[in-house]
């Protein structure tokens, strides 16, 4: 028999007490979400233990969000016969009658990192990293000549982010399985100070495809103060 990490042993310990107080906070909160769920969005963030995936948004209600995460926020995965939008995106779409749905990037994204990285010097990655980042790269590799010649990794990355949330929005609105009535909104999730706000600020970049910064914060007043971009390409 394995022995038990006296570290990992106490970690699980720490988790199961922050757990008992969430049971304890939350206790008549799945009162009327136990048996279905009708979410207002579903939102495709990063996988990133410094993105707080529910609590960027103040969210603390069971079945208002349906929230996915992978490496990139891709809303793009492989199959038999090509590219089709990711199924646990999907899902909500098809089966719960949301109509809204959020591409969450985040300032210094590892996978578009890696995926830059790959694409300008070549990266040797475990074989299910590769996948992902081989999902990545054909979407992403146009912006590269759009790059400026001398601008610096970090500075790269960021405008990649950018780039990657306007091609999931994309792919999503051009998708036959993604009716007409679905919202497509992509966002920034900035814990970098990049966008020169405050910590955790989500800022909106692509409204339904839209991107022009201009054309956004004329139609959208209400929010203008959090619509802006880093890079028109």
């Known amino acids: ?37 009708t979410p ?59 109509e809204t749905a959020i591409v969450v990037g985040h300032t210094g994204c590892g996978a578009v990192t890696a995926t830059y990285d790959d694409l300008t010097d070549g990266l040797d990655e475990p074989a299910g990293i590769e996948h992902c980042l081989g999902v990545l790269k054909p979407h992403l590799e146009p912006a590269l000549e759009h790059l400026p010649e001398d601008i610096e990794r970090a500075a790269a990355v960021n405008r990649l982010v950018e780039y990657n949330v306007d091609r999931q929005v994309e792919f999503l609105r051009s ?25 955790g600020a989500v800022h909106v970049i692509n409204v ?11 139609a959208h007043p209400d929010i203008d103060s959090r619509i802006t971009r880093l890079w028109e390409y």
């Open 175 to 199: 998708s036959d399985d993604v009716p007409d009535a679905v919202d497509v909104f992509g966002v920034v999730y900035d814990f970098q100070d990049v966008y020169g706000g405050r910590r």
């Open 208 to 218: 339904d495809g839209e991107t022009d910064v201009d054309a956004l914060r004329a």
């Open 40 to 98: 207002d969005a579903v939102t495709v963030c990063c996988s990133d233990s410094r993105v707080l995936q529910d609590h960027m948004w103040g969210n603390s209600e069971p079945g208002h969000l349906f929230t996915c995460s992978n490496i990139g926020n891709r809303v793009i995965q492989r199959t038999a016969s090509g590219e089709a939008v990711s199924g646990d995106v999907l899902y909500p779409i098809e089966h719960t009658m949301t």
């Open 1 to 37: 028999m394995a022995a038990i990490c006296p570290r990992m042993s106490q970690l699980l310990r720490d988790l199961l007490a922050g757990n008992a107080d969430h049971a304890a906070e939350f206790r008549d909160r799945f009162d009327q979400v136990q048996n279905s769920q």
